[in-house]
């Protein structure tokens, strides 16, 4: 039998496991992760020509690190760790409306994109590896998919504990959970480090402002719920472990 309180603790540290799945999950599969804001461009020609250019190398899949950047620079783009983004007018004689019409176009980072090394210059292979960066970019990547995976491992684990009418694997639900908080506090950690290190190397325009995003904000409450549901799990499993002890050695007396 499991106490009122510990069986409490197992449920919210659930619904928290749950929320935290959820949240880091959407925060994967969006692209709100950074958003620039880059001045207006100005209505003619010449300058609807460039930024069509733009587009079409930005769609472009064996496009490079610099020629994506400048368009998400220029173009009021987004970046996520799978997904990137930007705003461009919908029909191609933009210059000659007085407000045209914008609509996001979105590109997924590519498999061969995400292993891909990083370099000291964007874009530019002979400037030599920058290796603190690819090792970022690679993690970034990585680092939520094992926090997701370790919390499906937890979770097949707790249903496994519940069909055996035992506490005890609860315990390493708790740690799984404490594994998987650390590792979506990390891909923060590496998406924020790359980007500021990206931006130390890179030509900003002048004028443009940028900013975290909502879906970043996603990934960073989901790693304090983790941690939360963690010290559930591993307190009830403790504490019912204890209180086992003490009523056997009660019953032996």
């Keep these: 039998m499991v106490d009122n309180r510990y069986a409490t603790a197992l449920v919210i540290g ?46 472009a899949e064996d496009v490079d690190e610099r020629i994506y950047s400048v368009a998400l620079f220029r173009l009021n783009g987004t970046l996520g760790l799978w997904w990137r983004c930007i705003l461009v007018p919908k029909h191609s004689y933009w ?69 055996c009418r035992s506490i005890t694997p609860t315990l390493f639900v708790g740690l799984l959970h404490l594994l998987a908080g650390l590792c979506s506090m990390a891909t923060v950690c590496c998406f924020l480090a790359g980007v500021h290190l990206f931006h130390e190397i890179s030509e900003l325009p002048e004028g443009m402002d940028y900013s975290p995003g909502w879906s970043l904000f996603l990934a960073l409450v ?22 086992y002890t003490r009523m056997t050695a009660y019953r032996v007396a």
């Design 14 to 59: 659930s619904v928290l496991s749950l929320l935290a799945t959820v949240y880091l999950s959407v925060a994967m599969g969006t692209q709100h992760w950074y958003q620039y804001h880059s001045q207006p461009a100005s209505n003619d020609a010449n300058n609807g020509s460039d930024l069509q250019t733009l587009r079409q190398d930005f769609e």
């Design 95 to 163: 210059f000659k409306e007085p407000d045209p019409i914008m609509v996001t176009k979105c590109q997924a980072f590519t498999l061969p994109q995400q292993c891909e090394s990083k370099y000291k210059s964007p874009g530019n292979i002979n400037s030599g590896e920058d290796l603190l960066r690819t090792y970022l970019w690679k993690c970034q990547f990585l680092l939520p998919l094992v926090s997701v995976g370790l919390v499906f491992l937890a979770a097949l684990i707790g249903v496994c504990a519940c069909l």
């Design 222 to 243: 989901s790693s304090p719920l983790q941690i939360m549901a963690a010290a559930l799990f591993i307190w009830a499993a403790r504490s019912h472990r204890q209180h």
